[in-house]
T-cell receptor, first 113, second 113 residues
Framework: KAGVTQTPRYLIKTRGQQVTLSCSPI?????VSWYQQTPGQGLQFLFE???????NKGNFPGRFSGRQFSNSRSEMNVSTLELGDSALYLC????????????FGEGSRLTVL | GENVEQHPSTLSVQEGDSAVIKCTYS??????FPWYKQELGKRPQLIID?????GEKKDQRIAVTLNKTAKHFSLHITETQPEDSAVYFC????????????FGKGTRLSVIA
């Protein structure tokens, strides 16, 4: 069974640009959650998508958005990048039914110059 | 919303000693408490979890205890080994419904051989 796949793994952008990150969940999982990981701040929740609908949203500005496709693959977009957006962006898939194990991808490491 | 505090932020122990990481949570509705381990450069992975209907759970050298009255839970690792060196994250969430996990900021454990 294939794990969670995130692309790209590394990317460098400059301030003001936008970026799109992709996440393919484990087959059969309908929930995809996105987390931002920075040193000292741990894993901060961005949003969760379930069956193509945003089900939960964290406290991030509107520059951070996402979507989910009918095959459960998800993308997140960050517009007008700021230096502080440099982070590891992790997606996690799960069945989405109640609480249960999150299966994380290896992350997309974004550097904003 | 839920807030999870985790201590200490860093912990160094000698190989063979025990390590304890503590977390507190704020939302009395939370009743699912997982722990994730993230080795350097790798994805977070679930190592153990506990639900509020039990006070303690063990899996070989790791155990988790939960005190719902005091709203705190702890991870205990006995007979530590160098491969236990990693960042450990606690998290909390209501197990009913579909509320996302809220993570603590992590504890960097170093096991010194």
């Amino acid at each position: 069974k294939a794990g969670v796949t995130q692309t790209p793994r590394y990317l460098i952008k400059t301030r003001g640009q936008q970026v799109t990150l992709s996440c393919s969940p484990i087959s059969g999982h309908r929930s995809v959650s996105w987390y931002q990981q920075t040193p000292g701040q741990g894993l901060q929740f961005l949003f969760e998508y379930f069956s193509e609908t945003q089900r939960n949203k964290g406290n991030f500005p509107g520059r951070f958005s996402g979507r989910q496709f009918s095959n459960s693959r998800s993308e997140m977009n960050v517009s007008t990048l700021e230096l502080g957006d440099s982070a590891l962006y992790l997606c996690a898939s799960s069945t989405g039914q109640g609480s249960g194990e999150l299966f994380f991808g290896e992350g997309s490491r974004l550097t904003v110059l | 919303g839920e807030n999870v505090e985790q201590h200490p932020s860093t912990l160094s122990v000698q190989e063979g000693d025990s390590a304890v990481i503590k977390c507190t949570y704020s939302d009395s509705a939370s009743n699912y408490f997982p722990w994730y381990k993230q080795e350097l450069g790798k994805r977070p992975q679930l190592i153990i979890d506990i639900r509020s209907n039990v006070g303690e759970k063990k899996d070989q050298r790791i155990a988790v205890t939960l005190n719902k009255t005091a709203k705190h839970f702890s991870l205990h690792i006995t007979e530590t080994q160098p491969e236990d060196s990693a960042v450990y994250f606690c998290a909390a969430s209501p197990s009913s419904g579909n509320t996302p996990l809220v993570f603590g900021k992590g504890t960097r454990l170093s096991v010194i051989a």
